[in-house]
């Protein structure tokens, strides 16, 4: 169980996140909708305090709860180690391999046992069909595939939640299926993911929770048939029509 209660955000004179309050059940998909500059991607960077909010607090389990303006150092720890994070872009390391990519983590910040590790790996690999990939380094990869090691990656530390961020903005359109198709499949695991996505439809077929975020609030939230099939915010109606508008061609 997560919970939020609370989250202030600024840069400078900017306010990002203005009070965000936000639950997320053990085995949830929680997507994250809404037009660029909403404050999405900094309210998913605070839950890992890869943002330190401003103010509010955070609860992952029982008995973790962080309070956002005087965290310690060790509360920051636990709570990562109970996360973990894939980015829109990649976020690998380029000297490294595949292998080594998804057995860094384990080795360095789980202390496993190398051989363990590698075997984690190897498995990970064999799920997300990359296992021919192994020794290779990720500029030889595509996108769809860095992608897919960042998934492993953050399966291998076996988090309470996963946290996603934008996982296929940065991917051309032909390689977007085959990480949404990955990502369906955990999703029918019962593993806790919180997805920030523009993929609507994907957002409707995977979660069972929905928010919609604009102007650093929460404007909406329910399950899927409520926020994108049956909205009763008009801002979340306008938000979803432009999506669904035809595009217009100039010859």
């Not at 999506?243 to 217009?248: A, D, F, I, S, T």
């Amino acid at each position: 169980m997560i919970k939020l209660n609370g989250i202030y955000k600024k840069f400078k004179d900017h306010e990002v996140l203005k009070g965000i309050d936000l639950k997320v059940k053990k085995g949830d998909v929680l997507t994250i909708i809404g037009p660029s500059g909403s404050g999405k991607t900094t309210f998913l960077r605070c839950i890992n305090f890869l943002e330190k909010p401003d103010h509010g607090t955070i609860q992952i389990g029982e008995k973790l709860v962080i309070d956002a303006h005087k965290p310690s150092k060790r509360d920051i720890l636990q709570l990562r180690r109970q996360t973990a994070m894939v980015f829109q872009n990649y976020n690998l390391f380029q000297n490294k391999t595949v292998l080594e990519n998804i057995t860094e983590g384990l080795i360095v910040s789980q202390k496993k046992k190398k051989s363990e590790a590698i075997q984690i790996a190897e498995s990970l690999l064999k799920k997300v069909g990359l296992s021919e990939k192994r020794d290779e380094f990720p500029s030889s990869l595509s996108g769809g595939q860095q992608q897919r090691v960042g998934i492993a990656r953050a399966l291998a530390l076996n988090p309470d939640v996963i946290l996603f961020d934008e996982p296929t903005s940065a991917l051309d359109p032909e390689m977007v299926g085959e990480v949404l198709t990955l990502m369906k499949e955990i999703a029918r695991e019962g593993i806790t993911m919180i997805i920030v996505t523009h993929e609507i439809d994907f957002a409707r077929e995977v979660s069972n929770h929905v928010v919609f975020m604009e102007g650093g609030h929460i404007v909406e939230e329910g399950t899927p048939e409520e926020v994108i099939l049956h909205p009763t915010k008009e801002r979340t109606k306008q938000f979803l029509r432009r999506l669904n508008k035809e595009p217009e061609f100039v010859i």
